[in-house]
């Protein structure tokens, strides 16, 4: 499949994430940490729910559901109680946006518009 324009860096603050939507695949979350981004399945996988809609302390996202906390660079649930990782993916920034091989993401709803 290759490389997969997401969403422009200015779309994303330094210490936010944001949901990126696409038909067929479960969403793709974009998060920026000090400059550098990350992307990885917006769905906990502990509660189901956005991980955008949480907050980061550094490489950490923290669920806003029942805090679990996810490594951004491994996809490793860091505590209890989630113990399922996330799926995370090879990002790059390019022409001002970031790209990502989403090719192994989960199938899931068609986007909304």
């Given at each position: 499949?290759?490389?997969?324009?997401?969403?422009?860096?200015?779309?994303v603050p330094?210490?936010?994430?944001?949901?990126?939507?696409?038909?067929?695949?479960?969403?793709?979350?974009?998060?920026?940490?000090?400059?550098t981004f990350?992307?990885?399945?917006?769905?906990?996988?502990?509660?189901?729910?956005?991980?955008?809609?949480?907050?980061?302390?550094?490489?950490?996202?923290?669920?806003?559901?029942?805090?679990?906390?996810?490594?951004?660079?491994?996809?490793?649930?860091?505590?209890?109680?989630?113990?399922?990782?996330?799926?995370?993916?090879?990002?790059?920034?390019?022409?001002?946006?970031?790209?990502?091989?989403?090719?192994?993401?989960?199938?899931?709803?068609?986007?909304?518009?």
């Amino acid at each position: 499949m290759g490389m997969t324009r997401l969403i422009d860096t200015a779309a994303v603050p330094d210490g936010e994430g944001r949901a990126v939507a696409l038909d067929g695949i479960e969403p793709i979350a974009v998060f920026n940490v000090g400059g550098t981004f990350f992307v990885t399945q917006d769905t906990c996988s502990h509660a189901k729910a956005s991980l955008t809609e949480g907050w980061l302390e550094g490489h950490e996202v923290c669920c806003p559901v029942h805090d679990g906390r996810f490594d951004l660079c491994s996809g490793k649930a860091l505590c209890f109680p989630a113990t399922d990782p996330i799926q995370t993916f090879t990002a790059q920034v390019q022409d001002g946006a970031v790209w990502a091989d989403i090719s192994t993401a989960r199938p899931g709803r068609p986007a909304k518009d």
